[in-house]
């Protein structure tokens, strides 16, 4: 299918006819970034492919990226809900499905617009400056980093973290393709440690109002009550609390705005893998490193550890930021393994980081950003390693 | 007989295969040489317009090997030699004579021939002009003459996109093809290869004795010589194979039996923008314009070979001295609306985000449109999924550009096979091949 009319042919003609303006020497020339992105917006350029290969792929980066902020719908959506439904459950009221989405909405939304207003802003400045395309990667950071936030975040404070990620997590090592570590949890690690009273914590994950709440809401997440409870018997703390596994899978929990739905991340995984997006590798085996993590765990545990340490590996995967982390973070293909081989053991090593960290950290119950930014530093070594076994291969040969 | 299974690669769907049918091609008006198509190679020309030449003769020659000559593939006079920028010469054409003469030399009762000894062969392959259809790997330039392969390699498949039968172009040669292995086996001190695709059997290639075949299967690049030979003699440091396309294996058979350089040759003309894509009976040096002169030059891109590693020529230029194919598609220099955006149901994509997955059209929509803009390279992943050969390709890439190139010898640079799948997938639209091509030009120069 193409849309080709008379009228968009002619639209064509018209940016053509302003480009001279927006290129090197005219008026605006410094714009040329900006114009090129809304061009592109709307035409796949005309370029044809130079050198011996004569047919590409009709994959671009734009497409690239949109799979992912698609992939990203089931969580947004999800989540939007769950901030109204925690709330007003929280109040004791009725819990419709117009008025949870309403009040997500209305705490989501702004939080999304000054992510992508910011974030944004930086984007193109350095594309400016630095006279380079704006990268589309953009768009997928700009949705991940309000998604991993709770939904009483300041937006100043969003802002701040948005910038952070943008700047020092992406542009000052060159731009997309460049960056070391992923440019979202970057921003949330900025504002994690800046700010930490209104990233951790009992009452930042519902937003209410704590004098409007029924009695006896803590506001607590699975993990927190979890990493408070003694011994084996973890499962009853959780139930005790309220929280069922059915609960944690389907997101019915307090928790960052877009990561609370294991089944919404599932849906996400599978538009990913089905487009052949993002690696399956990672996929597998961070969910493998988590099982084995938990295993690792409990046989390590004595009878008076902290209840985290004998919490199941489905319970794990279900709650705090796993399934999000594995699905949309850890697959970033930037600042992830770039081999094959690289990828299984840079997941596997998240997966068993992730919940070692939530088990004996008493500092935080939750360890996935960091396991997955850890990782993320180490993720060139671990191909280096990965290389140069290629290099060995290649020398040995008879 | 050994059967090897490629599992990585890719099939790049593209309507126009041509029908497994020949045409008698009618006798060419003229016939033309491409002097800079040929790898490392600094051409001399031999001959200016106006002069008479005969089938076989050199037409120029290697500057720094002066033995190595490249054959005239038609006889009359010297229509144009002619020059592009800084006096590179890119064609010389040649008027044929109704009566063409011929270059001759003596011909050879098959078992005289095969009396010849290693020195005589060369001799006679380097006379003939017929040296310059072997190439060497690493790097697919003219071998020395003076060099010993490990192995010599034959092409007997073709799977890339628009594929040509090799079998069609054997039809009735097989006692020139024994002759021709029989010959090329006293140039080596290993085996001669004899490389088919699984279920695209080669008559004359099947039946030959004295060498060693391999079936492939899988993907492109399966049914590509460089990518098979790969996985029976991959590159070691000091070690050289050499390679040729069955059809030039045949033509040394025919020299050897008659004395004169063999010019006819079996050519495909496939793609989109072909009026019937088909195999056509036809002649060394032919264009695409003679073969197919309906296909419009204004709407399509002429590529001499396959459209993931061919060149592209002007419709009335030569086919490739190493190419059994043209592949005619359209060159799509127009802004799509939105395109990056519309669900796609004609497109062609090694992701799955289009629904071209579902519909699985017939005729897929693909011109030689770039599909997108230049953006920063993405290491997705994607490129390790459809490299045929044991390589990193964002490693090896990265090296190059940065112009290691000795770190890009170490991590495979001899291995590419050039298939071209990188850079066809690449959703950053950078051109890898001709990173891969850079780098090669400039470990060669370094060796000279």
């Not at chain 1, 309000?146 to 020092?168: D, K, N, R």
């Not at chain 1, 849906?267 to 990913?272: K, T």
């Not at chain 2, 005619?328 to 519309?342: K, N, Q, S």
Request: charge should be neutral; aromatic fraction near 8%.
């Amino acid at each position: 299918m193409r849309i080709d009319f008379e009228e968009t042919r002619d639209l064509y003609k018209k940016l053509e006819e302003l480009k001279p303006h927006f290129t090197k020497g005219g008026k605006f020339g410094w714009a040329y970034p900006l114009f090129e992105a809304n061009e592109t917006f709307l035409f796949v350029p005309p370029t044809t492919a130079k050198g011996n290969v004569h047919v590409r792929d009709a994959i671009d980066s734009k497409r690239l990226m949109i799979t992912v902020v698609m992939a990203l719908v089931p969580c947004i959506l999800f989540g939007m809900w769950n901030i109204g439904y925690q709330r007003l459950s929280a109040m004791g009221e009725a819990t419709n499905l117009f008025a949870c989405l309403g009040w997500g909405a209305l705490k989501m939304l702004p939080l999304i617009l000054v992510s992508y207003a910011v974030g944004g802003f930086w984007e193109v400045l350095f594309a400016v400056v630095r006279k380079h395309e704006i990268n589309e990667g953009f768009l997928v950071t700009g949705m991940l980093f309000p998604l991993v936030c709770p939904p009483t975040l300041p937006l100043w404070m969003a802002a701040l973290g948005i910038s952070f990620g943008i700047v020092i997590g992406k542009e000052v090592f060159g731009g997309t393709g460049m960056n070391v570590l992923n440019p979202a949890l970057t921003a949330r690690a900025f504002c994690f440690f800046a700010y930490p009273a209104f990233m951790s914590g009992d009452s930042v994950w519902t937003a209410v109002d704590p004098a409007k709440a029924v009695d006896g809401w803590t506001g607590a997440t699975p993990l927190a009550v979890a990493a408070q409870a003694h011994g084996a018997n973890v499962v009853a703390a959780l139930e005790g609390a309220g929280f069922t596994l059915r609960d944690a899978f389907l997101g019915l929990i307090p928790g960052s705005m877009g990561e609370v739905s294991t089944l919404a991340c599932l849906l996400g995984a599978g538009i990913l893998l089905a487009t052949g997006v993002a690696a399956w590798r990672i996929m597998i085996s961070m969910a493998l490193g988590g099982i084995a993590g938990a295993y690792l765990m409990t046989a390590v545990a004595g009878p008076d550890s902290a209840g985290i340490m004998f919490l199941p590996w489905m319970w794990h995967l279900c709650v705090g930021g796993f399934a999000f982390g594995l699905v949309f973070m850890a697959t970033d293909p930037v600042s992830a393994a770039a081999t094959h081989t690289g990828k299984l053991i840079y997941g596997f090593l998240i997966g068993v980081l992730a919940v070692l960290i939530r088990a004996v950290n008493p500092a935080y119950p939750e360890g996935v950003m960091l396991a997955i930014l850890f990782m993320n530093v180490f993720a060139p070594l671990i191909d280096h390693f990965v290389v140069r076994g290629n290099v060995k291969r290649r020398l040995a040969r008879v | 007989m050994s059967e090897i299974r490629m599992k990585r690669g890719w099939n790049v769907p593209l309507s126009g295969t041509p029908a497994e049918t020949v045409v008698e091609a009618a006798r060419p008006v003229t016939v033309s040489v491409r002097p800079n198509e040929f790898r490392l190679v600094k051409p001399r020309i031999l001959v200016k317009e106006g002069d008479r030449v005969s089938v076989g003769q050199p037409l120029f020659q290697d500057r720094e090997r002066a033995e190595v000559q490249f054959p005239s593939p038609g006889g009359g006079e010297v229509a144009e030699v002619r020059f592009g920028p800084r006096r590179v010469c890119e064609e010389i054409v040649i008027r044929l004579d109704a009566q063409e003469t011929w270059a001759e030399h003596r011909p050879h009762s098959p078992a005289d021939a095969r009396a010849l000894n290693r020195a005589q062969v060369v001799e006679m392959m380097l006379d003939s002009g017929l040296w310059t259809s072997l190439r060497r790997r690493p790097f697919s330039t003219i071998p020395d003459p003076t060099g010993t392969p490990a192995g010599i390699f034959v092409a007997g498949s073709d799977n890339s996109p628009l594929a040509a039968s090799p079998a069609l172009a054997m039809q009735g040669r097989d006692e020139d093809f024994q002759l021709g292995v029989d010959l090329l086996a006293k140039l080596t001190e290993g085996r001669v290869h004899v490389c088919l695709l699984k279920g695209k059997s080669v008559p004359a290639l099947v039946n030959a004795q004295n060498c060693e075949k391999h079936t492939f299967s899988g993907p492109y690049p399966a049914g590509l010589i460089e990518a098979q030979i790969h996985y029976v003699l991959p590159h070691k440091k000091g070690r050289e194979v050499w390679y040729l396309d069955c059809q030039d294996v045949a033509d040394l058979g025919e020299f050897a039996r008659t004395g004169r350089y063999p010019v006819n040759r079996v050519v495909a003309v496939g793609g989109e923008g072909a009026t019937s894509p088909q195999h056509y009976r036809t002649r060394r040096g032919v264009s695409c314009a003679h073969l197919d002169p309906k296909a419009s030059p204004a709407a399509n891109r002429f590529v001499s070979g396959s459209v993931l590693s061919g060149t592209q020529v002007r419709c009335d230029s030569a086919l490739g001295h190493y190419d059994a194919k043209f592949s005619v598609i359209p060159e799509g220099d127009d802004a799509d609306f939105v395109g990056w955006m519309l669900p796609g149901e004609d497109r062609v994509s090694r992701f799955r985000t289009f629904a071209s997955t579902l519909t699985r059209p017939q005729a897929p929509r693909m011109t030689a449109n770039l599909n997108g803009s230049v953006r920063s390279h993405i290491a997705t992943g994607i490129y390790e999924d459809v490299c045929a050969v044991d390589i990193l390709p964002g490693y090896l890439m990265r090296a190059l550009h940065v112009g290691d190139v000795e770190e890009a010898e170490s991590l495979g640079l001899e291995d590419c096979a050039e298939c071209g799948l990188c850079t066809f997938v690449c959703p950053s639209k950078i051109d890898f091949q001709g990173i891969i091509v850079h780098g090669i030009e400039s470990v060669l120069k370094e060796d000279e």
